[in-house]
């Protein structure tokens, strides 16, 4: 079955980073495009950022444009997100996804404050 696995979340200092990765299984990982969602208290899930199956291309919230950064490795089956200048409106449980599944991790909490 599917699996997603994310870490890399913590405490971290407004204006500092982050890097937040997605290990994937039960699925076939290349041919799928990746996004990161992120989910604040008491609030929707917001789409973060995508990147498409070969990785060549992404698209990013406007919330994040220029801070953030996501990649993935197909030979690893992992996507991961670079976060730089960390906001405490960044303060989310974050999760990744694959685009078209239904199937959603166990998530990883990020929390920026001083």
């Known amino acids: 079955q599917v699996q997603l696995v994310e870490s890399g979340g913590g405490l971290a200092q407004p204006g500092g980073f982050l890097r937040l990765s997605c290990a994937a299984s039960g699925f076939t990982f290349s041919n799928y495009a990746m996004s990161w969602y992120r989910q604040a208290p008491g609030k929707e899930r917001e789409l973060v950022a995508a990147v498409t199956s070969t990785g060549r291309s992404s698209n990013y919230a406007d919330s994040v444009r220029g801070r953030f950064t996501i990649s993935r490795d197909n030979a690893k089956n992992t996507v991961s997100l670079q976060m730089t200048n960390l906001k405490p409106e960044d303060t989310a449980v974050y999760y990744c996804?694959?685009?078209?599944?239904?199937?959603w991790g166990q998530g990883t909490q990020v929390t920026v404050s001083s």
């Open positions: 996804s694959a685009w078209g599944l239904p199937d």
